[in-house]
């Protein structure tokens, strides 16, 4: 422990005394400050950062904690900027929470500040999904939202995401305009804290059933659900925004087999089920899964703690429960959506899906075949809804979606949306059994037809300085040197989001890539296999994706073909990080 560090963060710390701040607060920074401890420097050492979603980190005192007074300065600042923006109007805001420890707290803080600016306030009675809260700030005609969630982080984490007036998280300029207002807000004394009860209005039940019947305008198949009705689904909330509007969500569709896992639909910050409350992890699903086994189940899905993300399991070929990736539900899901607006006579040449960068190009030569645009867009939710807004009234949304396991259709929501997904995918595998097929041999179908699609992604985590110039220089070699061949497979596309060019190799011929700035490299290969390094903005780690192909002539050659190419991740892995 430097000593320059700790005089400074005792510096920072009596600052913070010296304001006025809450009994609970002040003796929480007492203690630190007695016991000159490590939590004193990682709660002072810096200022927890607003960055373009919001903010989020461990729950605590201190300055780089989540607080009511850094979420204090955070919402101070972004009523500036509302002010300062949608100058001579009235101004309102929709906001919600998850379950996560202190999300009522932060809410209600958030509130009572809106309403001390001045600004209309919507707050939810309770705790509710994130896409809700997109719908709600459409529906009521608000400027802006916020939801307080971290997420699918540990528990002792929380955050704060900041929404426009289009119901989509904030990008350019708005972002960068707001961390400006917040990093304006320099002591807790700027904060307006005393709010105005006749600004906040509290709304729930009645936005429960507008937003559940706008889902269910969704559905493209009620003739097949009532013929599978009694189709049994495990649903877990895993102590999640969930448990309520899920299930409301199957009924209305009409599934009437819905089971849940008693344990884990108490709504709990602490989610003491689990290690952590992320779908994407086996072990969130466990107990969905014994139950799955338990009912002889068709079809389990688990939701993150916002309900904005679901992971789903399906018995595989030999009857056991295997767990999809993000890529193979999109797969799935998109599927779905593109045969039944054919069927249904929905398709006009004027539709569209969008995936990340990162997604499967898969769900493109889907899109492709049913002369549907895809559309491809950077990483995170928000670019996707970006492209809705800027389409809307022009094409048709059909859906959309990332491998990091969130999907939206319609455009009524502008963020990822586990509640409709769920009642989506039910549908999807609702109609596959209709055919007499389970969805594990509708996915099996789906790689018969366009190439078998499988994809891996490696986190290689290096420390401190030294790590992240070593990551910086292993980006500057890709790009100075890249590679020509990867498993004997000649690389036949370069596209670098960075200097904003597309290289086809074939050709020679470079094109500029159409999306924003962003340190990202990707190599398409001869057979369609695609592989994209991205490093981390805010540590150092890059994230390596690999989405290779082959072929599939039947369901019972699945497993081997998925072991070849797991050998050629393998391979190619080894070929670019040599």
Known sequence: MQKETLQLVKEKARKWLSMNIDAETRSEIEKMLDEESDELIDSFYRDLEFGTGGLRGIMGAGSNRMNIYTIGMATQGLANYLKKNFKNQQISVAIAHDCRNNGELFAQTTADIFSANGIKVYLFDALRPTPELSFAIRELGCKSGVVVTASHNPKEYNGYKVYWEDGAQIIAPHDNNIIDEVAAISDISEIKFQKNADLIEIIGDEMDQKYISKVKTLSLSPDVIERNKNMKIVFTPIHGTAVKLVPMALKVYGFENVITIP????????????????????????????????????????????????????????????????????????????????????????????????????????????????????????????????????????????????????????????????????EAVAWANDQGKSAFEMLLDIYMEFGLYYESLISIVKKGKAGADEIKAMMQRLRKNPPTTLDGQKVVKIIDYLEDKVVDLATDKTTPTGLPESNVLQFFLEDGSKISARPSGTEPKIKFYFGVTGILKTHEQYNSAVDELKQKIERIKNDILA
């Open 263 to 426: 344990e884990q639909d108490i709504t709990d910050g602490d989610f003491p089920t689990v290690k952590s409350p992320n779908p994407e992890e086996p072990a969130a699903l466990q107990m969905a899964i014994n139950k799955a086994k338990e009912v002889n189940a068709d079809l389990v899905m688990a939701t993150d703690p916002d309900a904005d993300r679901v992971g789903i399991a399906v018995k595989n070929l030999q009857g056991e429960f295997e767990l999809l990736n993000g890529n193979q539900a999109a797969a799935l899901l998109i599927n779905y959506l593109l045969k039944k607006w054919k069927e249904n006579g929905k398709l006009n040449g004027k539709q569209y899906i969008v995936k990340t960068i990162v997604t499967s190009e898969l769900l493109s030569k889907m899109a492709a075949k049913h002369g549907v645009a895809s559309y491809d867009v950077l990483t995170g939710f928000k670019y996707i809804a970006d492209i809705i807004g800027r389409k809307e009234g022009k094409e048709t949304f059909i859906g959309g979606g990332e491998e990091s396991y969130g999907y939206l259709a319609g455009e009524f929501v502008r963020d990822k949306d586990a509640v409709m997904s769920c009642a989506l995918i039910a």
